[in-house]
Nanobody, 125 residues
């Protein structure tokens, strides 16, 4: 199983950005996919998850600005980020969970076995 994250970059506050995570070696229809982020000096935190059946959960503080979707035809998960703020600056990681954990548990890092390399998102004020 491999994950390839892409789409990060330098944007201004208020801009939008879409991250992609391509999954290989396993189908999305049998995998929970999560997004996490880690800002400098902070712990990695949950952002969003879309489970094997397509149900999604977004971190409460990000609801209304972030959306997670998937395209099973290309085995890719997307994180659409809108109205970006400087505090959204972080390295964003996608992760895969083969166990198909319940959404509440999938909002933690515990069930994820595979992680992408991370993509940097920098939001300037």
């Amino acid at each position: 199983v491999q994950l390839q994250a892409s789409g990060g970059g330098l944007v201004q506050a208020g801009d939008s950005l879409r991250l992609s995570c391509a999954l290989s070696g396993r189908t999305l229809r049998n995998t929970n996919m999560g997004w996490f982020r880690q800002a400098p000096g902070k712990e990695r935190e949950f952002v969003a998850v879309i489970n094997w059946s397509g149900s999604a959960k977004i971190a409460f503080s990000l609801k209304g600005r972030f959306t997670i979707t998937r395209d099973t035809t290309v085995n890719t998960v997307y994180l659409q980020m809108a109205s970006l703020k400087p505090e959204d600056t972080a390295v964003y990681y996608c992760a895969a969970d083969r166990s198909r954990a319940a959404l509440s548990y999938a909002a933690t890092m515990t069930p994820y076995e595979y992680w992408g390399q991370g993509t940097q998102v920098t939001v300037s004020s």
